[in-house]
C-alpha cells in the first residue's frame, strides 16, 4: 500500500518560448525540459493546498436500445485540461509581470499568451504541464504580514513524464516580501500620497477565446481582454477621486506603489468601482477607514519600473 505525504512534493517552472513547445521546442511540441538546468524552483509555497494542472479526458457510459440491463457503450467526446493554482509568497516580480504581460512582452489582444511549464511531482508520479498561461493573479498584503501571491492558470497538456529537478525545488534563499515593503517610499493616488495604508490586493484577471473546433487540445487560446481592480483600505482623507463621487463625468486616477514588495506598480486610468466606497458610513468611536476598489476606467497603462 502507497502512503503519499505532501513532503514528497515539489514544483519548477520554464518559461516557454513558443506556446505548449517545451524549452526551445516549435509550437505545441511539448518537448521535454533536459533537468534540473531548465528548470527553474518557484515562489516558497504557502502551507495551503495547492492545485496543479492535469489534463483527463471526458468519457460518457451511454446506453442504447438493444443492449441488456447492465450494458453501456463508453465513448471518449474530449479532453479536459484541469486548471492550476499556486499559493506562495511573493520573492520576486516575475508572476506580476508575467500576468500583466510586461516579461515576457506579451503581443497583446488576439495573439497567443507568453507560457511556461510546470513540472511537478505528486509524491507518486510526475507531471509537465506544457502552455501554461496566467488567468488570473492576486496579490495581497495587510498590517504585520507577508505578501501572499495567488497564480491561477490554465494549460495546453499535461504529460506524464520524470525529470531531475533542482535541490531545493523552491526558491529558499530569496528574502519574501513582507507588509513594510509596501510603499516604502510612497503610495499615491492621483498624486495625492496615502501614508497609512492598511491593506490592500492587486487583482489581474485575463479572458482567453474558447476551445475551437479540430482539435481536443487548446491550441488557440487568444487573449481577448483584460481586468485590473486594485482593492486598499486606509485612513487618509483623500477627497479626489475617491469620495467625490457626484460628478457626472467619470475622472479616471492613476494609482502608484513605490514599491509593491519585490517591484514598483503603477495603473493609469483607474476610477472607483460602483459601490466600491464606504463615503456614506460612520464607523465606531476613532478613525474612519476609507474602502475603495478601483477599476478600469480608460486605456489603463501597467508598468513597473
Not at 489534463?55 to 451511454?62: D, S, W
Not at 531545493?168 to 498624486?191: C, E, Q, R
Request: proline share 7%; with cysteine.
Amino acid at each position: 500500500m502507497t502512503v503519499t505525504h505532501t513532503k514528497g512534493w515539489w514544483w519548477e517552472y520554464y518559461p516557454e518560448t513558443n506556446y505548449a513547445g517545451g524549452p526551445a521546442g516549435a509550437a505545441y511540441a511539448t518537448t521535454a525540459p533536459s533537468g534540473a538546468a531548465e528548470l527553474t524552483p518557484c515562489n516558497h509555497p504557502f502551507n495551503e493546498g495547492q492545485t496543479m494542472p492535469m489534463a483527463e479526458y471526458i468519457q460518457e457510459a451511454v446506453e442504447a436500445p438493444g443492449q441488456d440491463i447492465t450494458q453501456k457503450t463508453t465513448f471518449t467526446k474530449g479532453l479536459k485540461i484541469i486548471p492550476g493554482k499556486l499559493v506562495q509568497y511573493m520573492q520576486s516580480g516575475v508572476w506580476l509581470d508575467r500576468a500583466v504581460g510586461i516579461d515576457p512582452a506579451e503581443t497583446g489582444g488576439g495573439a497567443l499568451p507568453k507560457s511556461f511549464l510546470l513540472h511537478y511531482d505528486d509524491g507518486n508520479v510526475e507531471y509537465t504541464a506544457y502552455g501554461c498561461y496566467i488567468t488570473e493573479y492576486k496579490i495581497s498584503g495587510s498590517t504585520d504580514d507577508y505578501l501572499k501571491e495567488e497564480v491561477s492558470f490554465d494549460a495546453y497538456d499535461v504529460q506524464a513524464e520524470a525529470i531531475a529537478a533542482d535541490d531545493p525545488p523552491f526558491d529558499l534563499s530569496t528574502a519574501v516580501a513582507i507588509f513594510k515593503d509596501v510603499g516604502s517610499t510612497t503610495i499615491t493616488i492621483d498624486g495625492t500620497a496615502i501614508p497609512d495604508l492598511l491593506n490592500f490586493s492587486i487583482t489581474v484577471t485575463n479572458i482567453y477565446a474558447p476551445k475551437h473546433a479540430g482539435s481536443y487540445y487548446h491550441k488557440y487560446p487568444y487573449l481577448l481582454k483584460r481586468d485590473i481592480e486594485i482593492e486598499m483600505e486606509f485612513e487618509t482623507y483623500e477627497g479626489d477621486h475617491i469620495l467625490d463621487m457626484l460628478s457626472e463625468t467619470a475622472d479616471p486616477c492613476t494609482i502608484v506603489f513605490t514599491p509593491v514588495g519585490k517591484l514598483n506598480f503603477s495603473a493609469t486610468n483607474m476610477k472607483p468601482k460602483p459601490e466600491s466606497v464606504n463615503i456614506n458610513t460612520v464607523g465606531e468611536k476613532g478613525m474612519k477607514n476609507y474602502k475603495v476598489t478601483f477599476e478600469i476606467g480608460g486605456t489603463t497603462v501597467i508598468t513597473t519600473p
